[in-house]
């Protein structure tokens, strides 16, 4: 298996009480993005904050080639290998209590093009978080 992992970017994390935004290059989404290309909506819960994040943590951890990095009260980040190339994607997790809302970012670490995987990522979490309930 080859690895092409790239550096992990400086901007990761909560700045501001919000996500760094997206680059411009179509290998990201991000739910502060207004933009079309890297524009996407964020997660929602019904539940107390600590339920949706054990969720999620739960689905992250049972994706393949996911490793979780950091953890505090209201952040997560993991990070997603791709099977054959071993490219590197951030994917980081803002939780607003007041609006019960996941802010997500999830972005390719090389290249330009992901062919949509970020956002097809983003979309399979919100679909396994809705089947919990949460």
Do not use: W
Not at 13 to 40: E, M
Not at 53 to 79: D, F, G, H, M, V
């Amino acid at each position: 298996m080859f690895k092409f992992s790239g550096q992990r970017p400086t901007t990761l994390g909560v700045t501001d009480g919000r996500l760094a935004p997206c680059p411009g290059t179509p290998n990201c989404v991000c739910s502060y993005d207004k933009d079309g290309q890297s524009a996407i909506a964020p997660l929602t819960y019904n539940t107390t904050q600590s339920e949706a994040k054990a969720a999620l943590k739960q689905i992250i951890q049972s994706q393949e080639r996911a490793t979780l990095i950091t953890e505090t009260e209201n952040y997560l980040y993991a990070e997603f290998a791709s099977k054959l190339m071993g490219f590197v994607d951030d994917v980081e997790f803002f939780f607003d209590p007041s609006t019960k809302a996941i802010h997500v970012r999830s972005a390719s670490r090389l290249g330009k093009s992901d062919l949509g995987v970020n956002r097809k990522r983003v979309e399979l979490i919100r679909e396994k978080l809705k089947e919990t309930s949460i």
